[in-house]
């Protein structure tokens, strides 16, 4: 699982820097596309964070409760 955390992460992380350095740069259909990736991965990300492993992340989990989001 640290595998796909690892890979949304970076697909998060690339993301943002690519909308940020283009400033415009992208014709809006792929700067819609490029948000729409990043939440995706993001989403995911909260979930993946909000499975219970015992001892590992369980504060990520509770904290995600209770926001509602679990």
């Known amino acids: 699982m640290n595998d796909r955390r690892g890979m949304l992460s ?3 992380r690339a993301s943002d820097l690519l ?3 283009v ?5 809006e259909p ?3 596309r490029l948000l729409i990736i990043r939440e995706s ?8 964070n909000a499975v219970e492993i015992p001892g590992v ?7 995600l409760k209770s926001q509602g989001a679990a």
């Open 41 to 48: 991965a993001r989403r995911v990300l909260e979930i993946l």
């Open 30 to 32: 792929q700067a819609e």
């Open 19 to 21: 909308l940020r350095g």
């Open 57 to 63: 992340n369980t504060g990520a989990s509770k904290r």
């Open 23 to 27: 400033h415009g740069a992208l014709p």
């Open 10 to 12: 970076l697909i998060v």
